[in-house]
């Protein structure tokens, strides 16, 4: 008889893309000897798993990097009902985790969290622990930067090594063994484990799961002496679909995919970041000296430029639809235009790009070209095809602050809500701004006139309660990341009223 007892389920469990039959299963080992292995693996109604509703068995393979991910059925007496699933391999059992496929008829509420910007060295995931322990969520939408490709002594890291977060390997990340490690690294991180233990995932990709400012042929943080970056990005999306809970299609780039929550919710997750997206502008060569070719830059942004891709945007077309009373889009980056108010021109704000800063302070124009503000006609043709579904609620991440905005078209039409996610516990602007950090958000709201509310100080997620009639939007944050030590704040929490725009007096 062979025995087992070495083999070990060291990252836990994990599932996501549940659909109203199907979910999502995930595991992996940590393997004797490289053969395949056997693994079972078992959905029950109850944690004795005296009750299996579903069971099978699948292959942990090298080639996978010993992930397993099974594409399991739970049956129809138990749709949108919490059930439990394992893995065995021999007589080595994983951790139990708890998951549920989406409501086929409409729930009363739902509650669908979300969150992005997790970087380990800049903290520990204070707020992955805060949702793991929320029995109201149902539902966790990962935005993006799930893990940030830096070396060790890059990004954010000052603090890593007191905090025991050195992340491995030590140099930025290019290969397929580098991307593998890395996942390992984050996914050895206990509140992260057991969030997903607890919760169903369902996740797209940022820059970060490749490298910064990624465009569909290259990326900023992608330079000579690195090797193609096809076979980068190839490395990049081979990991994440190890290590990651959701469904693979057969062109792995195309990410987007919608899920239905009954008749209450369309909720449709984008790629505004690889598959259609062209190169950014690069604000600096519009400098002149310290002087800006305005009307040059102006000139250039007008021009159509793709940042969903046609291809993405016939699909979101045809994927709306008047039935569901919200249309949630889960996407990586800020929507609505966010200018740099007229404070960022004055001594208070002095700093080594001070010269970029006053001359694009006060001025509405862009100054991050990443965001939808650098692709101005895709996101007026986007707005045009989402403005014919019953309600918009437009979530992002990618900034690390949180942001609350009604949505507007060229031609004033009221077209939906975004919300903006804090980091989970990447550097905002309290990292930056430090004592005139509330100075800075009131600039931003004072001189954005669709934006309600901002809130650099604090790391979280936040949370939506869904009705028919109203969705409740709360921010929920940590007071510190820098210690395991800490408190759950207050939460920030606005009503958006179905199709209606929000009032500033509510906020």
């Not at 940042?307 to 249309?327: A, C, H, R, V």
């Not at 920030?492 to 906020?507: G, Q």
């Amino acid at each position: 008889m062979y025995l087992f007892w070495h083999l070990s389920f060291d990252y836990s469990v994990a599932s996501g893309d549940p659909t109203n039959t199907d979910v999502i299963l995930w595991t992996k080992i940590t393997p004797l000897e490289k053969i395949n292995y056997e693994v079972k693996w078992e959905i029950s109604s109850d944690t004795t798993f005296n009750n299996i509703i579903s069971n099978g068995l699948t292959t942990a393979k090298y080639f996978h990097d010993y992930t397993v991910k099974v594409d399991a059925r739970v049956p129809k007496d138990f749709n949108g009902k919490k059930v439990f699933y394992r893995f065995t391999v021999g007589d080595v059992v994983s951790d139990t985790g708890i998951t549920s496929t989406l409501p086929i008829e409409n729930p009363s509420t739902f509650n669908i969290s979300f969150c992005s910007c997790s970087n380990y060295p800049a903290g520990y995931f204070n707020a992955y622990k805060e949702m793991a322990n929320n029995s109201e969520i149902d539902l966790v939408l990962h935005l993006g930067d799930y893990l940030y490709e830096y070396s060790s002594s890059g990004y954010a890291s000052s603090d890593a090594k007191e905090m025991g977060r050195v992340v491995d390997p030590r140099n930025e990340i290019i290969s397929l063994a580098d991307y593998r490690k890395r996942y390992a690294t984050y996914r050895k991180d206990v509140d992260l484990q057991v969030l997903h233990q607890n919760k169903p995932f369902i996740v797209v990709w940022d820059d970060h799961e490749i490298t910064n400012d990624t465009w569909k042929d290259g990326a900023q943080n992608h330079n000579f002496g690195e090797g193609t970056f096809k076979a980068r990005k190839y490395n990049a999306l081979k990991a994440y679909y190890e290590w990651m809970p959701i469904r693979e299609a057969g062109d792995k780039e195309k990410i987007w995919r919608s899920f239905s929550i009954g008749n209450l919710v369309n909720l449709m997750m984008l790629d505004t970041r690889l598959y259609g997206r062209e190169e950014q502008l690069n604000i600096s060569s519009y400098l002149n000296g310290e002087s800006l070719d305005k009307k040059g830059f102006k000139e250039d942004l007008a021009k159509p430029r793709d940042l969903l891709g046609n291809e993405q945007m016939n699909w979101i077309s045809k994927t709306i639809d008047k039935k569901y009373k919200w249309s949630i889009f889960g996407q990586q980056l800020l929507i609505g235009p966010k200018y740099l108010p007229s404070i960022f021109g004055t001594k208070e704000m002095d700093n080594s790009r001070s010269y970029l800063r006053k001359q694009l302070a006060g001025q509405e124009l862009p100054i991050n070209t990443d965001q939808w503000d650098g692709y101005p006609k895709e996101r007026d043709k986007f707005y045009n095809v989402i403005s014919e579904s019953q309600s918009n609620i437009i979530l992002a991440g990618d900034s690390h602050n949180s942001w609350f905005s009604n949505l507007y078209d060229k031609d004033e039409k009221f077209i939906g809500i975004e919300v903006g996610a804090p980091a989970i516990s990447s550097p905002s602007f309290i990292d930056t701004f430090k004592d005139i950090t509330k100075l800075v958000e009131d600039s931003f709201v004072a001189e954005n006139r669709d934006l309600l509310w901002v809130n650099g100080k604090y790391k979280g997620y936040v949370s939506m309660n869904i009705s028919e009639e109203f969705i409740d939007v709360s921010y929920k944050y940590v007071s510190t990341v820098k210690s395991r030590e800490y408190v759950s704040l207050d939460p920030y929490t606005f009503r958006v009223e179905h199709n209606k725009p929000c009032s500033a007096s509510n906020v």
